[in-house]
Protein backbone atom coordinates (compact mmCIF):
# COMPACT_ATOMS: atom_id res chain seq x y z
CA UNK A 1 0.00 0.00 0.00
CA UNK A 2 3.05 2.21 0.54
CA UNK A 3 3.92 1.88 -2.83
CA UNK A 4 0.47 2.73 -4.46
CA UNK A 5 0.76 6.23 -1.88
CA UNK A 6 4.08 6.80 -2.95
CA UNK A 7 2.93 6.31 -6.83
CA UNK A 8 0.37 8.58 -6.44
CA UNK A 9 2.33 11.51 -5.00
CA UNK A 10 2.99 13.31 -8.21
CA UNK A 11 -0.96 13.04 -8.79
CA UNK A 12 -1.48 14.64 -5.94
CA UNK A 13 1.03 17.56 -5.99
CA UNK A 14 -0.57 18.47 -9.94
CA UNK A 15 -3.85 17.74 -8.54
CA UNK A 16 -3.00 20.78 -5.76
CA UNK A 17 -1.45 22.77 -9.02
CA UNK A 18 -4.52 22.32 -11.37
CA UNK A 19 -6.83 23.18 -8.45
CA UNK A 20 -5.16 26.44 -8.34
CA UNK A 21 -4.86 27.64 -11.54
CA UNK A 22 -8.29 26.95 -12.32
CA UNK A 23 -9.15 29.98 -10.69
CA UNK A 24 -7.42 32.18 -12.49
CA UNK A 25 -9.26 31.50 -15.83
CA UNK A 26 -11.48 29.35 -17.37
CA UNK A 27 -8.71 28.70 -19.71
CA UNK A 28 -7.44 26.35 -17.07
CA UNK A 29 -10.47 24.11 -17.33
CA UNK A 30 -9.03 22.44 -20.00
CA UNK A 31 -6.26 20.63 -17.28
CA UNK A 32 -9.52 19.20 -15.78
CA UNK A 33 -11.19 17.92 -19.05
CA UNK A 34 -10.04 13.96 -18.37
CA UNK A 35 -11.61 14.43 -14.53
CA UNK A 36 -14.56 15.43 -16.03
CA UNK A 37 -15.19 13.12 -18.69
CA UNK A 38 -14.11 10.57 -15.68
CA UNK A 39 -16.70 11.89 -13.80
CA UNK A 40 -19.84 12.67 -16.36
CA UNK A 41 -19.21 8.94 -17.48
CA UNK A 42 -19.68 7.78 -13.89
CA UNK A 43 -23.20 9.07 -13.50
CA UNK A 44 -24.04 8.45 -17.30
CA UNK A 45 -22.64 4.29 -16.75
CA UNK A 46 -24.37 3.85 -13.63
CA UNK A 47 -27.20 5.33 -14.22
CA UNK A 48 -27.52 3.76 -17.41
CA UNK A 49 -27.18 0.09 -15.27
CA UNK A 50 -29.98 0.98 -13.05
CA UNK A 51 -32.49 2.40 -15.47
CA UNK A 52 -32.32 5.98 -14.58
CA UNK A 53 -32.57 6.42 -18.33
CA UNK A 54 -29.57 9.35 -19.14
CA UNK A 55 -30.74 11.66 -21.94
CA UNK A 56 -28.32 14.07 -22.29
CA UNK A 57 -24.11 14.22 -21.32
CA UNK A 58 -22.09 17.53 -21.67
CA UNK A 59 -18.65 17.99 -20.53
CA UNK A 60 -18.85 21.47 -22.34
CA UNK A 61 -17.95 23.80 -19.14
CA UNK A 62 -20.72 26.46 -18.63
CA UNK A 63 -21.17 29.48 -16.93
CA UNK A 64 -24.46 29.37 -14.43
CA UNK A 65 -24.19 32.45 -12.18
CA UNK A 66 -21.04 33.15 -10.60
CA UNK A 67 -20.05 29.64 -10.65
CA UNK A 68 -18.80 27.52 -13.83
CA UNK A 69 -20.54 23.94 -14.83
CA UNK A 70 -17.83 21.86 -15.73
CA UNK A 71 -20.11 19.20 -17.26
CA UNK A 72 -23.39 17.52 -16.68
CA UNK A 73 -25.73 14.17 -17.28
CA UNK A 74 -29.23 14.68 -17.47
CA UNK A 75 -32.07 11.32 -16.38
CA UNK A 76 -35.59 10.79 -17.63
CA UNK A 77 -36.06 8.19 -15.11
CA UNK A 78 -34.48 9.17 -11.75
CA UNK A 79 -36.51 7.14 -8.75
CA UNK A 80 -35.73 6.35 -4.97
CA UNK A 81 -33.64 3.37 -5.90
CA UNK A 82 -31.71 5.19 -8.50
CA UNK A 83 -31.25 8.51 -8.21
CA UNK A 84 -28.55 8.27 -5.22
CA UNK A 85 -26.16 5.32 -7.06
CA UNK A 86 -26.23 7.64 -10.25
CA UNK A 87 -26.15 10.92 -8.25
CA UNK A 88 -22.98 9.44 -6.30
CA UNK A 89 -21.34 7.62 -8.70
CA UNK A 90 -18.03 9.59 -9.29
CA UNK A 91 -16.77 8.18 -5.62
CA UNK A 92 -16.08 5.63 -7.92
CA UNK A 93 -13.58 7.80 -9.85
CA UNK A 94 -11.20 7.39 -7.06
CA UNK A 95 -10.38 3.76 -8.11
CA UNK A 96 -9.22 4.86 -11.29
CA UNK A 97 -5.94 6.19 -9.98
CA UNK A 98 -5.71 3.48 -7.29
CA UNK A 99 -5.93 0.80 -9.85
CA UNK A 100 -3.34 2.31 -12.35
CA UNK A 101 -1.15 2.70 -9.39
CA UNK A 102 -1.46 -0.42 -8.30
CA UNK A 103 -0.99 -2.10 -11.70
CA UNK A 104 2.31 0.06 -12.47
CA UNK A 105 3.71 -0.66 -8.13
CA UNK A 106 3.33 -4.27 -9.28
CA UNK A 107 6.73 -6.30 -8.27
CA UNK A 108 10.20 -3.88 -8.78
CA UNK A 109 8.60 -0.32 -10.34
CA UNK A 110 10.71 2.95 -11.19
CA UNK A 111 9.01 6.49 -12.46
CA UNK A 112 9.67 6.33 -16.15
CA UNK A 113 8.05 8.18 -19.08
CA UNK A 114 4.84 6.51 -19.15
CA UNK A 115 4.37 7.32 -15.69
CA UNK A 116 4.77 11.18 -16.62
CA UNK A 117 1.83 10.83 -19.03
CA UNK A 118 -0.15 8.87 -16.53
CA UNK A 119 0.30 11.33 -13.78
CA UNK A 120 -1.30 14.23 -16.29
CA UNK A 121 -4.17 11.68 -16.83
CA UNK A 122 -4.72 11.09 -13.19
CA UNK A 123 -4.03 13.85 -11.32
CA UNK A 124 -7.43 15.59 -12.70
CA UNK A 125 -9.28 12.33 -11.36
CA UNK A 126 -8.42 13.48 -7.64
CA UNK A 127 -9.93 17.02 -8.76
CA UNK A 128 -13.23 14.98 -10.01
CA UNK A 129 -14.13 12.28 -7.51
CA UNK A 130 -16.35 14.11 -5.79
CA UNK A 131 -19.59 14.64 -6.14
CA UNK A 132 -21.65 17.95 -6.75
CA UNK A 133 -23.93 19.83 -4.66
CA UNK A 134 -26.37 18.90 -7.00
CA UNK A 135 -25.47 15.60 -7.16
CA UNK A 136 -25.73 15.31 -3.22
CA UNK A 137 -29.44 16.91 -3.53
CA UNK A 138 -30.53 14.16 -6.09
CA UNK A 139 -28.96 11.80 -3.81
CA UNK A 140 -31.55 12.40 -1.08
CA UNK A 141 -33.52 11.38 -3.32
CA UNK A 142 -32.66 7.62 -2.36
CA UNK A 143 -33.68 7.91 1.48
CA UNK A 144 -35.57 4.81 1.41
CA UNK A 145 -32.13 3.04 1.38
CA UNK A 146 -31.53 4.79 4.67
CA UNK A 147 -34.39 3.15 6.45
CA UNK A 148 -33.53 -0.64 4.39
CA UNK A 149 -29.69 -0.22 5.27
CA UNK A 150 -31.06 0.12 8.93
CA UNK A 151 -33.51 -2.30 9.36
CA UNK A 152 -31.18 -4.49 8.02
CA UNK A 153 -28.59 -4.03 10.34
CA UNK A 154 -30.67 -3.95 12.88
CA UNK A 155 -32.07 -7.67 11.82
CA UNK A 156 -28.36 -8.86 11.64
CA UNK A 157 -27.72 -7.56 15.12
CA UNK A 158 -30.88 -9.37 16.36
CA UNK A 159 -29.69 -12.33 14.81
CA UNK A 160 -25.84 -12.54 15.64
CA UNK A 161 -27.27 -11.88 19.34
CA UNK A 162 -30.14 -14.74 19.19
Known amino acids: MGDILLYLVPSLALAFLIWLVTSLHPLFFL ?12 HFSVGLLLGAEPTGFSIIPRRTGRTWELGSVTFAN ?8 AALAPLLVLLVPLAVAW ?13 LALTLLLAPQFLSFWPSPV ?28
Not at 78 to 85: C, I, Q, S, T
Not at 103 to 115: E, L, N, S, V, Y
Not at 136 to 148: E, G, K
Open 135 to 162: DWRLAVRSWPWLVIILVTAVAAQFLKLG
Open 103 to 115: WRTRGAWHFGPAD
Open 31 to 42: FSAAGTLCHELA
Open 78 to 85: LRWYNAAP
